[in-house]
Structure formats: structure tokens, C-alpha cells
């Protein structure tokens, strides 16, 4: 990759194996939408306009120093063409490919994470952005820049929150979760901790959390904590790994568990490849007669 410097804006060329759009608007982050003058996103407290021609990247407003966030969160320096050309190279595997070309899994702050992907259970992608954005207005701090903009609050802007005030926003039955997680990170709980240790264990200490379910936790350890072997399973993800490996059929919880780890340390990745053919193609799904 080449990176050109100027004025609050890098230029990135030479990316490849990346559709920053597919990415962005896929449901693994939510605060992202398209404008008239790119896609526009907050991450944490840093807002950002990208657009992308061919191979290059362009994101402003963007300091030289947090060249390298973006390049972490965007996951930049991974070699995703490799991956591709793994599932490409599948029997199985490889019918979801056109359907998942350029889709990256973006590293997200732990905290954000947590919190979204907790208000997602049993959401939609739409209906999650929303209450997001509507938390931000509520507890985070305002921002003027290419957009004005809220940052993602703090744990303890989170936590001094009441859950009648969380339940207006629309986070429902989520509330009490939302505010005693964000507790727990405010009395100083180190999500960051999660990331060096085994998949298994960091799963467990997450299952510890308010709100928190297998399927979240491994979003969080996805999407936020590196863990590129955690494998989120929804409905959608249910009906296409019984299609793919199952005949249809319902594995046991050992069978999903031992496929889960036969597709290697980027199952994850790849779980993201099935998981957007799967909704492309409506897999499982009667269709109308």
C-alpha cells in the first residue's frame, strides 16, 4: 500500500479485496451510512468520510497519527486475498464467494462493540442503528466536523444513565443489560485483556456480561478483539451451515462445534463469507409457490 499525506486527508492506494461499501452497510458496525458525498462514519470518538475508487481509499478528516487506526480498523493489513482464494479453492465453500467479494471484518473499539452488539440481539440492522445513534445523542459528547456528529459515549456516561431513559430510545427489554455492562467497564474491567488469551476462555468471561449470549460474545470477539476464529451463529448462519454440511439436517451442538473448527483459524472471516450468501440467496426460506 501506498499512503499519501495532505491537509487532513490520506489517500491509500494499492488496496485491494476490499468493497468499502459491502463492509460497511454488511451489519458487523452500525454507524455508518451513505451521503451525497461518501460513506460517512463514527468510530469511537473519530468521525470519518470515505470514499473509495478502484484500489484507493480516500478518508478525511484524517491527522497523520491516526493513519494507523484506520488502517487497523479497516483491517488493511491483513491479506485477504489469500482467504478469498481458501474459500475460492472449497468444494463446498466456494458457491458463497460472488456473493462476499471485498467484505472485511472491521477491528472496533471493545466498549462500542460490546454495547451494539448487545442492543442487537434479536434486532435488526436498521432498528440497531437507530438506537445507537439515539444512545449517542443521549450520553455522548457533540461534535461539529465534515458532519456534526455525536461520539459514542463513555462506560460512565453509559452506566450514570437510568433504564427508563434507555428505555426510550427504544432499547426495550436490553436496558438493564446495556447499563450494568457499561458498569462493569466503568469499575474498570479491562476488555482489551480478552484479546491475548484462548478463544474459549475469552468467551467465558464474556458470557459473564448482562445481555450477553454465545452469538454476541462471539461478535465482540469478532469484530472488536482479533479473535479471527470466533464464529457468530444466527438463523441465517444456522440455515446455511446446515445446507452446506448438514443435508439439512439439525447437528448437535458437537457437530457445529467440530466443523466450526475444522475451517482453521480464519473461521470467523469465513463465517462471513457464508453468512452474506446465505442472506443473498435466502437460503432455507420458503419461497412463494
Not at 10 to 38: L, P, Y
Not at 171 to 199: C, H, N, V, W
Request: with cysteine.
Amino acid at each position: 500500500m501506498d499512503i499519501i499525506h495532505s491537509d487532513k486527508r490520506i489517500e491509500i492506494r494499492g488496496v485491494s479485496h476490499f468493497d468499502a461499501a459491502a463492509s460497511c452497510m454488511c451489519g458487523q458496525a452500525f454507524r455508518w451510512k451513505n451521503t451525497d458525498r461518501g460513506i460517512f462514519g463514527v468510530v469511537g470518538d473519530k468521525p470519518m468520510l470515505l470514499k473509495q475508487n478502484g484500489q484507493s481509499l480516500i478518508l478525511e478528516p484524517c491527522d497523520e497519527a491516526d493513519i494507523g487506526f484506520w488502517i487497523n480498523y479497516f483491517d488493511l493489513g491483513r491479506n485477504y486475498e489469500s482467504i478469498e482464494r481458501l474459500i475460492a479453492d472449497d468444494d463446498i465453500l466456494s458457491v458463497c464467494v460472488p456473493y462476499s467479494l471485498g467484505i472485511r471484518v472491521f477491528n472496533q473499539p471493545p466498549f462500542e462493540a460490546l454495547i451494539s452488539f448487545i442492543i442487537s440481539a434479536n434486532n435488526n440492522i436498521k432498528r440497531i442503528s437507530g438506537i445507537i445513534e439515539r444512545l449517542c445523542v443521549l450520553a455522548g459528547e457533540y461534535r461539529e466536523g465534515v458532519y456534526p456528529y455525536y461520539a459514542f459515549p463513555t462506560p460512565e456516561a453509559v452506566c450514570a444513565l437510568t433504564e427508563e431513559q434507555l428505555t426510550s430510545i427504544g432499547t426495550g427489554y436490553r436496558a438493564p443489560f446495556i447499563k450494568k455492562s457499561a458498569q462493569i467497564i466503568a469499575d474498570g474491567y479491562d476488555l482489551e485483556k480478552l484479546r491475548s488469551i484462548p478463544l474459549d476462555e475469552a468467551r467465558r468471561e464474556l458470557l459473564k456480561f448482562p445481555g450477553v449470549g454465545p452469538k454476541v460474545a462471539d461478535c465482540v470477539l469478532l469484530f472488536s478483539l482479533g479473535h479471527t476464529d470466533a464464529f457468530p451463529i444466527d438463523v441465517w448462519m444456522g440455515r446455511a451451515m446446515k445446507e452446506l454440511y448438514f443435508d439439512r439436517q439439525e447437528p448437535t451442538k458437537k457437530e457445529m462445534e467440530e466443523k466450526v473448527k475444522s475451517l482453521g483459524q480464519y473461521s470467523g472471516i469465513i463465517q462471513q463469507y457464508i453468512f452474506h450468501y446465505a442472506r443473498n440467496v435466502q437460503i432455507g426460506k420458503k419461497q412463494p409457490v
